[in-house]
């Protein structure tokens, strides 16, 4: 979730991955997939910043390179790590090469 503001100062939580679009004209406004539009204080490329850092952390937190998710390493709501994948492929093949 990203935290945003409406216009009269409150605070609120938006999930990413439901926002269709962003318009600025000139307040900045989230049309969410369902059709709800927000009008909140941040600037389009101040939300598109908050979206982008959420998916990085997102990603951080899976491969286990997010600072939050290595400070809290085995803490009861603590995501495991994702096995790193390799850099490149491999050549093996399932038939084992024949």
């Avoid at 369902?34 to 204080?41: M, N, Q």
């Avoid at 290595?70 to 790590?81: D, E, F, I, M, R």
Wanted: net charge negative; charged share 20%; no cysteine.
């Amino acid at each position: 979730m990203i935290v945003v503001t409406r216009l009269n100062g409150s605070a609120f939580a938006v999930n990413p991955d439901l926002v269709e679009r962003i318009q600025e004209t000139p307040d900045t406004t989230l049309i969410m997939v369902d059709g709800a539009k927000y009008i909140v204080r941040e600037s389009m490329t101040e939300v598109i910043d908050l979206v982008a850092a959420y998916r990085a952390r997102i990603v951080g937190m899976a491969y286990g390179t997010d600072a939050q998710s290595v400070q809290n390493a085995g803490g009861p709501h603590s995501l495991a790590p994702v096995a790193a994948l390799p850099s490149r492929p491999t050549d093996a093949r399932a038939d084992g090469g024949r």
